[in-house]
């Protein structure tokens, strides 16, 4: 499948000021864009949302050009709509600006495991883990598999990730699907978007999201865990595995996140960038007796084609050894 619309290309050596009086919410479906005082496009109810006030350093989403991309996942349900800052340069810029290059200033780039792992959501094979489930997008980034998996129905999407300018994306990215966006205290009505129908297909639409598909998002560090941690049925998980050190910590989350006798994990992770680390990763699980979650079956290749270039990416399914 190939995208919607054309991804915009960032060029290393482009520095584009940073000004909240210059941001732009650019749709690109309608070829137009229109200046407004902030990046949330008008009547957004995510204006009062807690988490859109936090900030890295002094900058806020509303720092940047944003755009909407749209990708197809499954012909089956519409284009899924991903708001992003334009330039991935800025966001770069930002962590350079403020001496945190030790931070993941990656977050804002469309990876081709999220495209791969958002069509494996969306697909029938996998329609028993994600409808009617508990969500949980485990360092979203863009969050494009957790807005898939709230679009094919799942009951809530919970978007974690440390950096929050990665979960207002997210948000705003729900909010543009015409999902459910928790306040903590209320949940915000869907104002368009997708419906769904009597027999549970979820089909294109401008009217009134009808599905109970409720999103949410958290600062989260996989590294301080708190003791009362929620768990979910389903934990999708993308370039996770990418950096050494992180092996150990994101096996350690699978009795912290999973619920018992029916988890599932779905992990997509690019097959030649770490194999080792993936391998050490399936080992930990397999020796682990905090919680039974085995590789079920062999890994799965997809092809993604994006900005031009085509990537493999394996997929890989654990489940618990009591789930169905």
Same mark, same amino acid.
């Given at each position: 499948?190939?995208?919607?619309?054309?991804?915009?290309?960032?060029?290393?050596?482009?520095?584009?000021?940073?000004?909240?009086?210059?941001?732009?919410?650019?749709?690109?479906? &309608?070829?137009?864009?229109?200046? *407004?005082?902030?990046?949330?496009?008008?009547?957004?109810?995510?204006?009062?949302?807690?988490?859109?006030?936090?900030?890295?350093?002094?900058? /806020?989403?509303?720092?940047?050009?944003?755009?909407?991309?749209?990708?197809?996942?499954?012909?089956?349900?519409?284009?899924?709509?991903?708001? =992003?800052?334009?330039?991935?340069?800025?966001?770069?810029?930002?962590?350079?600006?403020?001496?945190?290059?030790?931070?993941?200033?990656?977050?804002?780039?469309?990876?081709?495991?999220?495209?791969?792992?958002? =069509?494996?959501?969306?697909?029938?094979?996998?329609?028993?883990? %994600?409808?009617?489930?508990?969500? @949980?997008?485990?360092?979203?980034?863009?969050?494009?598999?957790?807005?898939?998996?709230? %679009?094919?129905?799942?009951? /809530?999407?919970?978007?974690?990730?440390?950096?929050?300018?990665?979960?207002?994306? @997210?948000?705003?990215?729900?909010?543009?699907?015409?999902?459910?966006?928790?306040?903590?205290?209320?949940?915000?009505?869907?104002?368009?978007?997708?419906?769904?129908?009597?027999?549970?297909?979820?089909?294109?639409?401008?009217?009134?999201?009808?599905?109970? /598909?409720?999103?949410?998002?958290?600062?989260?560090?996989?590294?301080?865990?708190?003791?009362?941690?929620?768990?979910?049925?389903?934990?999708?998980? @993308?370039?996770?595995?990418?950096?050494? &050190?992180?092996?150990?910590?994101?096996?350690?989350?699978?009795?912290?996140?999973?619920?018992?006798?029916?988890? %599932?994990?779905?992990?997509?992770?690019?097959?030649?960038?770490?194999?080792?680390?993936?391998?050490?990763?399936?080992?930990?699980?397999?020796? /682990?007796?905090? &919680?039974?979650?085995?590789?079920?079956?062999?890994?799965?290749?997809?092809?993604?084609? &994006?900005?031009?270039?085509?990537?493999?990416?394996?997929?890989?399914?654990?489940? *618990?050894?009591?789930?169905?």
């Amino acid at each position: 499948m190939k995208n919607v619309l054309r991804v915009v290309s960032c060029h290393p050596g482009t520095r584009n000021a940073l000004s909240p009086s210059r941001v732009r919410f650019d749709t690109r479906r &309608h070829r137009s864009t229109s200046t *407004t005082p902030t990046a949330l496009p008008n009547g957004s109810q995510l204006e009062s949302h807690p988490l859109m006030s936090l900030k890295t350093g002094r900058y /806020s989403i509303r720092d940047f050009d944003l755009v909407i991309d749209e990708i197809e996942v499954d012909n089956k349900l519409p284009p899924i709509k991903i708001v =992003r800052p334009k330039s991935e340069d800025d966001v770069l810029d930002m962590y350079v600006d403020l001496g945190l290059l030790d931070q993941d200033p990656y977050w804002a780039a469309l990876w081709p495991s999220s495209i791969a792992l958002a =069509r494996s959501v969306a697909s029938d094979n996998k329609r028993s883990v %994600v409808r009617d489930k508990d969500v @949980c997008d485990l360092g979203a980034g863009l969050g494009l598999a957790g807005i898939t998996a709230g %679009v094919a129905g799942a009951r /809530s999407v919970t978007f974690y990730d440390r950096e929050p300018l990665a979960l207002q994306c @997210c948000l705003l990215s729900a909010e543009a699907n015409g999902l459910r966006v928790s306040f903590d205290d209320q949940v915000s009505a869907a104002p368009m978007g997708i419906q769904s129908t009597d027999d549970g297909d979820t089909t294109k639409s401008n009217d009134i999201n009808k599905s109970s /598909s409720t999103v949410s998002a958290t600062l989260f560090d996989w590294n301080a865990v708190p003791k009362d941690q929620e768990k979910f049925d389903l934990i999708l998980a @993308c370039d996770v595995l990418y950096e050494k &050190h992180a092996v150990e910590p994101v096996a350690a989350l699978v009795p912290q996140l999973t619920v018992e006798k029916s988890g %599932v994990w779905l992990v997509a992770d690019p097959p030649l960038r770490a194999p080792r680390n993936r391998e050490a990763f399936i080992d930990l699980l397999d020796a /682990s007796e905090s &919680h039974k979650l085995k590789l079920n079956g062999k890994p799965t290749e997809s092809k993604v084609t &994006h900005k031009g270039s085509t990537d493999t990416v394996l997929l890989l399914e654990f489940r *618990t050894q009591n789930s169905e």
